[in-house]
C-alpha cells in the first residue's frame, strides 16, 4: 500500500458527496454493475432521489444513503471479476429507520465520481471509478504469431474467457445524430438499445457485454474503435438509426467494413512505425514493413469474413422481427468498423426520418425488440466460434 492510500486511510472518513434534497420518498427498482471505459454501479430510483455519498477508510466502504427510500427487489451483487467492488449490502438508516443505506465493500481504495442522469420513469444514480482499466479490459491474450482463418488470437485465451461484446451506441454528447420529425434524437434511442442489449449479453453464460458509452458523452470515432481492441472484443456492433430526405424509407440495415476502407486501414497500420499497438497479439512496429503488410493482411481478411458471418446471423434476426431494407449484409468504409482484429458490424435499427419508425424507435417495447434480435444473430455467431456460449433458448428468444 502506497504512502497516499496510507494517508487516506488515517482520514478514515472521506466524504466524497453530499447532497440533501427534498424528496416524497422514493424506491429503489433496480441495481446494475456496468463495465465499459470506466466501472460503474448504476442505481435506478422511481423518482428523484435525496442522497449522500460517503467512503470509509478502513475499511474500505461506499456508503450510499437515500432518505425516506425503500429497495424494491432483489440486490444485484458486482460480478465476481469487477475490478472495484467485491459486494453490497441493503440496510435501513436513520432515526425513524424509514431511510435507505447501500454499502458497497470495496476491493481497495478508489475515488468514484457520482452524478445523476434521467430515465424513463424515474432517476438514474451513476457512480463511476475512473481509471479502473480492469473494467473494461479482459486479461490480454498472450502474444502468438500464429496465423489461422479466423483473426489472430490464441485458442487457449479464447477459451478461458468469456466472449465479449463491445457494444457501441453511435453518436453522444454534442453530436445528437439525425433527428425525428417530432424531435425524437438518435443518439438517446440508440443508447436504450445498447443498455438493453447489453443486458441480454451480460445475462448469458460465457458472454460479457461492454458499453462504450453508457450516458449522453461524445466518444470519437477512432476511439469507440480502440477501446473494442483494448477489451479484447470477439464482436464489435455500433447501433444507429438512420434517416434519409424522403420520409417513406423504412427498414433495418446491417453494414459490414469494404474491402477499400479495409485495404486503406491496413496501409495505414504499415505505414504508421509509431504504432505501439498490437494486431492480434502480434506487435508490429519491429517487424519488416514486408512482414508487417504480409500480417496485417491476412487478419484483415480473416477479421472481414468474421464480420460477415456475424453480420448475417445479425441481420437473419432483424429480418424475423421487423421490415429490413435490406436483404443482404451492405458495405460501407464506416471509420468506427476499422478494427483490423476485431470482428466488426453497423446496424441502422430503423429510419427515425419515417414517421412510424420514430414513434417504434422510441418505444421502450420496440427498443427491446430490436436489442433481442441483435443480441440473438450475435449469440448464434459467438456459439458457432467459442466453446460456453450458449445456444437454446433464453428470455430474449421470447417475443
Known amino acids: 500500500m502506497n504512502n497516499k492510500v496510507l494517508l487516506g486511510s488515517l482520514l478514515f472518513i472521506l466524504t466524497i458527496c453530499f447532497s440533501w434534497a427534498s424528496s416524497d420518498g422514493v424506491r429503489v427498482k433496480a441495481i ?30 461506499l456508503a450510499i444513503e437515500i432518505r425516506d427510500a425503500a429497495l424494491k427487489g432483489k440486490l444485484e451483487q ?43 420513469h424515474g432517476t438514474r444514480l451513476v457512480i463511476e471509478w475512473p481509471a479502473a482499466p480492469q473494467a473494461q479490459i479482459p486479461p490480454a491474450a498472450k502474444s502468438s504469431a500464429a496465423i489461422g482463418k479466423k483473426p489472430l488470437r490464441t485458442a487457449q485465451a479464447k477459451a478461458s474467457r468469456p466472449f465479449v461484446v463491445v457494444i457501441d451506441a453511435g453518436h453522444g454528447g ?45 466518444v470519437d470515432l477512432r476511439q469507440r474503435a480502440a477501446i473494442a481492441r483494448k477489451a479484447h472484443a470477439d464482436s464489435f456492433v455500433s447501433l444507429h438509426a438512420d434517416a434519409y430526405e424522403d420520409g417513406g424509407v423504412r427498414g433495418s440495415s446491417v453494414f459490414t467494413l ?31 514493413k514486408t512482414l508487417a503488410s ?50 466488426s458490424m453497423l446496424v441502422e435499427t430503423a429510419f427515425i426520418s419515417n414517421a412510424a419508425e420514430e414513434r417504434n424507435l422510441a418505444s421502450p417495447k420496440h427498443q427491446d425488440l430490436l436489442a433481442r434480435a441483435v ?14 456460449v450458449a445456444s437454446g433458448t433464453r428470455m430474449a428468444d421470447a417475443e
Not at 424475423?320 to 451492405?330: G, I, Y
Not at 443480441?375 to 460456453?388: L, M, P
Request: net charge positive.
Open 78 to 120: 458486482p460480478p465476481a471479476g469487477h475490478p472495484v467492488a467485491a459486494g453490497i449490502t441493503a440496510a435501513a438508516a436513520g432515526e425513524d429507520r424509514g431511510d435507505l443505506r447501500l454499502t458497497v465493500d470495496l476491493k481497495r481504495p478508489w475515488e468514484s465520481r457520482p452524478h445523476i442522469e434521467e430515465i424513463k
Open 174 to 218: 454534442k453530436d445528437t445524430g439525425a433527428i425525428g420529425p417530432t424531435g425524437i434524437r438518435e443518439k438517446d434511442v440508440v443508447l436504450a438499445i445498447a443498455r438493453k442489449l447489453a443486458g441480454y449479453v451480460q445475462s448469458e453464460r460465457g458472454m460479457r457485454a461492454v458499453l462504450i458509452r453508457n450516458g449522453d458523452q461524445f
Open 258 to 288: 469494404s474491402e477499400t476502407g479495409a485495404s486503406s486501414e491496413a496501409a495505414r497500420w504499415v505505414a504508421d512505425k509509431e504504432n505501439a499497438a498490437l494486431l492480434g497479439g502480434v506487435k508490429l512496429k519491429d517487424k519488416s
Open 294 to 343: 504480409v500480417l496485417v493482411d491476412l487478419s484483415k481478411n480473416a477479421t472481414l469474413e468474421a464480420s460477415d458471418e456475424a453480420a448475417t446471423k445479425v441481420l437473419r434476426e432483424l429480418g424475423r422481427s421487423c421490415p429490413t431494407h435490406h436483404d443482404a449484409v451492405q458495405k460501407a468504409g464506416f471509420a468506427v468498423l476499422k478494427s483490423l482484429d476485431v470482428p
Open 32 to 61: 446494475h454493475w456496468m463495465d465499459g471505459p470506466e466501472a460503474r454501479l448504476l442505481v435506478d430510483f422511481s423518482g428523484s432521489p435525496s442522497y449522500r455519498i460517503s467512503r470509509h477508510e478502513p475499511p474500505n466502504r
Open 375 to 388: 443480441f440473438r444473430g450475435i449469440r448464434a455467431y459467438a456459439a458457432e466460434t467459442r466453446q460456453g
